[in-house]
């Protein structure tokens, strides 16, 4: 029975192609969509290395001096009576405006004041400020480089292919070690396993004791081709505040808490470090709202994340109508044009079941069908995406899940809504069903 309700579909399917193509390429274009749209969210947000512990982050990128500028105003001037003065001139002190600068920090001034924060289970600081270019065979090398303390492998979980990351004793002694990327590693010496192999940058040469997969996240801060112990760093940097150091920290606690910590731990900062200012402040943000505040700048970055996920919602709440709006008004369609099939067949014998289940069938098969086509142009739009390097070194991957979720979102909107018009057609008296197209 379901066989020929199968093959029943199928040449239904291909007789009304007009119908058929505009359904499937509804379907599988919208897949397709939502597809990469959540492909890229995972892959940012879902727990990738070196992001795996994401939602024990909390970032420190930059502290704020700032000074108000204050003048005394005349308020009331001299008055005279007789030429003796009555009123003498009063003043009033207001502000007349105000200065600050922003910066990423020193290492000195993170290392001191921020190591100790009872909230936090580890931090690391960094250095992400520093490129090189690289001359090899007439080719011009960019690298990156990130100047870490060793803290830097245990709150970020890269995943090391050979060697090891550089330890507290090396980064104390500041020893000419390094970590390189396998993308990096082929790029110069033209192979995978360079352990122990040397590399010439900025006049000194490092010596490789680690390679990692490159970060397939857009963070910017993980984006580096080299690592290296931070006292290899030449600072040109006189303030004592300001250096070009990052600060994140780890913690099991509620990361609300750990940026009040961390705001908190900011005024005990000595403030008079630089005579120009006389007010310290800092933005702690977590790695989503950092995100959502390069979209929407908000002084509060919980703003800007709410409403990145509004618009997020928003798009896939629209994408995801778009096949069921277009499922529902091709159905309706096409089973009003079908009134005088439906009356052939109840005028042989079809109940009113056989004729719900033939077009169930006929729903589920074009949804399927659909959902087929979509998932191999996600298959080929993510392998053309990850091969061409077009986001910068993120790697898309399919989220199978999210995948299954909306082929049956679709398959239900489908069902439903090609169901109601089926039962009242097949309700219809059959001379009536025979003479008119009309439900």
Same mark, same amino acid.
């Given at each position: 029975?379901?066989?020929n309700?199968?093959?029943?579909?199928?040449r239904v399917l291909?007789r009304?192609?007009f119908?058929?193509? %505009?359904?499937?390429?509804?379907?599988?274009?919208?897949l397709l969509i939502?597809m990469l749209?959540?492909?890229?969210i995972q892959?940012?947000?879902?727990?990738?290395?070196?992001?795996?512990?994401q939602?024990?982050l909390?970032?420190?990128?930059?502290?704020e001096?700032s000074i108000?500028h204050y003048?005394?105003?005349?308020t009331v001037?001299?008055?005279?009576s007789d030429?003796?003065?009555?009123?003498?001139t009063?003043y009033?002190?207001?502000?007349i405006g105000?200065?600050s600068?922003?910066?990423?920090?020193?290492?000195?001034?993170l290392?001191?004041?921020?190591?100790?924060?009872?909230?936090v289970?580890r931090s690391t600081?960094f250095n992400?400020?520093s490129?090189f270019d690289?001359?090899?065979?007439?080719?011009?090398?960019?690298?990156k480089?990130?100047?870490?303390?060793?803290?830097f492998?245990d709150v970020?979980d890269?995943?090391?292919?050979?060697?090891?990351?550089?330890d507290?004793?090396?980064?104390?002694?500041?020893?000419?070690v390094? *970590?390189?990327?396998?993308?990096?590693?082929?790029?110069?010496?033209?192979k995978?396993? *360079?352990l122990?192999?040397?590399?010439?940058?900025d006049?000194k040469?490092f010596r490789?004791? /680690?390679?990692?997969e490159r970060?397939k996240?857009?963070?910017?801060?993980l984006?580096?081709?080299?690592?290296?112990?931070?006292p290899n760093y030449?600072t040109?940097? *006189?303030d004592?505040?300001?250096? /070009?150091?990052?600060?994140?920290?780890?913690?099991?606690e509620? $990361?609300?808490?750990v940026?009040?910590?961390?705001?908190?731990?900011?005024k005990?900062v000595?403030?008079?470090?630089?005579?120009?200012?006389?007010t @310290?402040?800092s933005n702690?943000?977590t790695?989503?709202?950092?995100?959502?505040r390069?979209?929407?700048?908000q002084?509060?970055? &919980?703003k800007?994340?709410?409403?990145?996920?509004?618009i997020?919602?928003?798009?896939l709440s629209?994408?995801?109508?778009?096949?069921?709006l277009?499922?529902?008004?091709?159905? *309706?369609?096409?089973?009003?044009?079908r009134?005088?099939e439906?009356?052939? &067949?109840?005028?042989?014998?079809a109940?009113k079941?056989?004729i719900?289940?033939?077009?169930?069938?006929?729903?589920v098969?074009q949804?399927?069908?659909?959902?087929l %086509?979509?998932?191999?142009l996600?298959?080929?739009?993510?392998? %053309?995406?990850?091969?061409?390097g077009?986001?910068?070194g993120?790697?898309?991957?399919?989220n199978f899940k999210?995948?299954?979720?909306?082929i049956? @979102?679709?398959?239900?909107?489908?069902v439903l809504?090609g169901l109601?018009?089926?039962?009242?057609?097949?309700?219809?008296?059959?001379?009536?069903? $025979?003479?008119?197209?009309?439900l």
């Open positions: 029975m379901f066989k309700y199968i093959k029943l579909a199928w291909s009304r192609k119908f058929t193509f %505009i359904t499937l390429f509804g379907i599988s274009f919208t939502l749209v959540t492909s890229y892959t940012e947000f879902g727990g990738t290395a070196p992001l795996g512990n939602d024990e909390v970032v420190l990128p930059f502290i001096l108000k003048d005394t105003i005349p001037d001299t008055t005279y030429m003796v003065a009555k009123f003498d009063t009033d002190i207001k502000s105000s200065s600068s922003s910066s990423s920090m020193s290492d000195e001034m290392g001191k004041y921020f190591r100790d924060i009872a909230s289970k600081i992400t400020n490129a690289i001359y090899m065979d007439n080719s011009k090398i960019n690298i480089v990130n100047y870490s303390d060793h803290f492998w970020f890269f995943k090391f292919i050979h060697g090891r990351p550089y507290a004793s090396e980064v104390e002694q500041g020893l000419q390094a *970590v390189i990327t396998l993308e990096m590693a082929q790029n110069y010496f033209g995978t396993n *360079v122990d192999e040397l590399i010439d940058l006049g040469q490789i004791i /680690g390679i990692v970060s996240v857009t963070a910017n801060m984006k580096s081709d080299l690592y290296i112990p931070y030449s040109a940097y *006189v004592p505040y300001f250096g /070009g150091y990052t600060m994140v920290f780890q913690s099991d509620d $990361l609300q808490k940026k009040a910590d961390i705001e908190e731990t900011t005990k000595p403030s008079n470090l630089n005579p120009n200012y006389n @310290i402040s702690p943000a790695y989503a709202e950092i995100y959502a390069t979209i929407y700048y002084t509060d970055e &919980r800007s994340l709410s409403f990145m996920r509004g997020l919602l928003g798009l629209f994408f995801i109508l778009l096949p069921v277009n499922l529902i008004n091709l159905n *309706v369609s096409r089973i009003m044009d009134s005088s439906i009356g052939v &067949r109840k005028a042989f014998g109940t079941g056989d719900l289940t033939q077009f169930i069938f006929e729903n098969i949804t399927l069908l659909g959902g %086509i979509g998932f191999v996600v298959l080929i739009a993510i392998y %053309i995406i990850n091969n061409g077009y986001l910068g993120m790697q898309l991957e399919i999210f995948f299954l979720y909306s049956l @979102i679709c398959l239900l909107f489908g809504s109601l018009p089926a039962w009242k057609m097949s309700k219809t008296h059959i001379v009536n069903a $025979l003479k008119s197209k009309q």
